[in-house]
């Protein structure tokens, strides 16, 4: 009985030292959790008299998903470039018929009109001859096609496809020309048809070279053909190439990543689609005149209001700032600004850096010297490299810039590309104007708008539903612009 007793004494003594260890152990943990949850949260009194942290603590991971989630590229849902020619594709003869062209507008105008005219060249069997850059534009820019592009290049990576050459050979310098003015957005009857001027011609001289080819209900292999002549053979000359992989290295030197803004305030832009918000009546005015002397700009009264409130306007300044941070982006965002002189200089430039300061462009990277030999269109080149190889490409307007970068975009794995719902937002910021909404209140429905414009993969539009003619074709999304499916497909 005795030993029994002292047994289950001997065994309540140590339950009694096991209990209260375990209880000490509890209290001790709890204790550490409370002083690091107290270290984590307050870091205002964890500085210095200098505003010195004592303490490096993590940010909490909630801030490092948002941060992924602003830069964080559409899926490619597995599809690839596809620009190989069908089983079908022959090697184009060699041909004694010769096309000339002139091109028009601006360099990505030139560009998608110079990819028409290798297509062109190819359906109506010519040798296409190195296509004349517009000299006579708003930029009066006297580059040529070698000044701009890399001509041997061009040249020999379309060999199977179209037979180009530098010059028209010298007997046919005198031969009268078929001066062919091709129309728009043209299939490829027309052109079979075109074939006809053979028969009496032996060069062809295209005077115009934009939007010469319609988008889409083209042959498999003329679409991966104009694919391969815009990604693969036009590519930019070696000095442009150069220039503009080395202001991606500096942008990349000052940040991990950036956004290229294509800010399509700018003169000719403003003028040409009427569009006067938030500009002086003396701004308004020298616009006004600039459209009434451009002959070519066949609308020339325009109510700037209705183009607005339409979504037909460039986004300003200021609106591309409360765009931008509408959609989460901080103040210490790097940008990099495509775009030619901004209209009204910093007095309305400075609507956008005082929300971004940390804005660049060209001249900022570049030495005066590095940017001496670079004339209008080679500058609009090195803004199409950075706008390339950005992490973010933001356009304040649909032109023809901003579709050619996000074609580009598209087909090089779809790059993150925000294009912004112009007429959505006028109606948002005209209610900030109004008092009606607060700008703290502005992010959730621009997030909203905005769900499903990052540039993800969708399939080319075909145009507005109960529109049909040349009006349709016209209205159609832009092949370069998304050359989705032909271009881009599973294989």
């Not at 260890?21 to 949850?37: G, H, K």
């Not at 070698?146 to 060999?159: A, M, T, V």
């Not at 307007?397 to 007429?423: C, Q, W």
Request: aromatic share 8%; net charge positive; hydrophobic share 35%.
């Amino acid at each position: 009985m005795v030993n029994q007793r002292g047994h289950h004494h001997l065994q309540s003594s140590r339950h009694r030292k096991s209990s209260f260890f375990s209880i000490s152990l509890y209290v001790i943990l709890i204790f550490a959790l409370s002083i690091f949850t107290f270290m984590l949260y307050s870091k205002d009194a964890l500085e210095d008299e200098y505003g010195m942290p004592l303490l490096r603590v993590e940010k909490p991971s909630i801030n490092k998903l948002l941060d992924g989630q602003l830069w964080q590229t559409p899926s490619s849902l597995g599809l690839r470039q596809c620009v190989k020619p069908t089983s079908k594709y022959r090697a184009t003869p060699v041909s004694e018929h010769y096309m000339t062209v002139k091109t028009n507008g601006g360099l990505n105008q030139m560009r998608t009109g110079v990819t028409d005219m290798v297509a062109v060249a190819r359906i109506m069997n010519a040798t296409l001859v190195i296509p004349q850059l517009d000299k006579s534009s708003f930029w009066q820019d006297s580059s040529t096609f070698s000044n701009i592009f890399d001509e041997p290049h061009f040249i020999k990576s379309l060999g199977k496809d179209v037979r180009i050459v530098k010059e028209i050979p010298k007997e046919l310098e005198s031969l009268p020309r078929a001066r062919k003015h091709f129309s728009s957005w043209a299939g490829l009857g027309y052109y079979e048809e075109m074939t006809v001027l053979w028969k009496e011609y032996q060069v062809i001289h295209v005077v115009k070279s934009d939007s010469r080819l319609a988008n889409n209900d083209l042959p498999l292999d003329i679409q991966r053909l104009r694919c391969r002549a815009l990604y693969h053979a036009l590519r930019f000359s070696p000095s442009i190439e150069s220039l503009g992989k080395k202001l991606v290295e500096r942008l990349r030197s000052r940040a991990q990543r950036y956004i290229a803004l294509h800010l399509r305030y700018e003169k000719d832009m403003l003028s040409f689609t009427g569009c006067t918000y938030g500009l002086t009546v003396a701004e308004s005015e020298e616009l006004r005149i600039m459209r009434e002397k451009t002959s070519h700009w066949k609308v020339k009264n325009i109510n700037s209001t209705e183009q607005r409130e339409a979504g037909l306007c460039p986004l300003t300044p200021k609106e591309v700032g409360i765009f931008l941070k509408a959609l989460g982006y901080p103040p210490s965002t790097l940008i990099y600004l495509a775009a030619g002189e901004i209209y009204g200089g910093d007095t309305h430039l400075s609507e956008l850096t005082s929300r971004f300061p940390n804005i660049v462009s060209e001249e900022m990277l570049a030495s005066t010297e590095e940017l001496k030999d670079f004339s209008n269109h080679a500058s609009a080149a090195l803004d199409y490299i950075v706008s390339i190889e950005s992490d973010i490409f933001v356009p304040s307007y649909s032109g023809n810039m901003a579709r050619a970068v996000e074609g580009h975009r598209r087909f090089l794995g779809h790059r993150k590309t925000i294009n912004p719902d112009r007429k959505s937002l006028v109606q948002l910021f005209d209610k900030m104007e109004a008092g009606q909404l607060e700008e703290s209140s502005l992010s959730p429905p621009v997030l909203q708008l905005h769900r499903k414009r990052f540039g993800g993969p969708r399939r080319r539009g075909s145009g507005p539903p109960g529109i049909k003619g040349r009006v349709r074709l016209r209205l159609e999304e832009s092949f370069y612009q998304n050359p989705f499916p032909e271009c881009i497909c599973n294989s």
